[in-house]
């Protein structure tokens, strides 16, 4: 029996598995795939503000769906290509080349360096300010 959680979409109490959505939020999340898949199939010029129109959904959905990999560009859907997050080359599915990807699992493998930034450091000098203020 897994927990209880909000979905993160539509809010309602689910049982968690393992995904932050709800099974509705799910499904319709699949229903939209499906349609962005056949409307690409069909008009293969089209790009992601074509087909955000075309299906009344956002553009941001598409990406997503691009992101996670679960939509794969084929070789003519040039229009709707995705930047590399890292180097910014065009790439048809995924978050990166596969140089990056590549690069980075080498980086991953050696040693990662400490969290350093401005954001950490201050969240621990709130956390210290906040001590201090307790006592
Ligand atoms: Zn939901
Ligand atoms: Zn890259």
Redesign the pocket.
């Known amino acids: 029996m897994g927990d209880l959680r909000n979905c993160r979409r539509c809010g309602k109490l689910f049982v968690y598995m393992g995904n932050p959505l709800c099974r509705q939020c799910i499904d319709q999340d699949e229903e939209l795939f499906i349609k962005v898949r056949e409307y690409i199939e069909k008009n293969p010029k089209c790009t992601t503000m074509e087909v955000a129109n075309a299906l009344d959904i956002t553009v941001e959905k598409i990406l997503q769906f691009l992101r996670e990999g679960k939509l794969e560009l084929g070789k003519e859907n040039t229009n709707m290509l995705l930047d590399?997050e890292?180097?910014?080359?065009p790439?048809s599915t995924g978050r990166?080349?596969s140089?990056?990807a590549a690069e980075m699992e080498k980086g991953f493998r050696g040693s990662v360096p400490p969290p350093t930034g401005r954001q950490s450091r201050e969240k621990d000098r709130m956390y210290t300010a906040h001590r201090r203020k307790k006592y």
Not at 86 to 89: S, V
């Open positions: 590399c890292r180097c910014g080359r790439i990166y080349c140089e990056c």
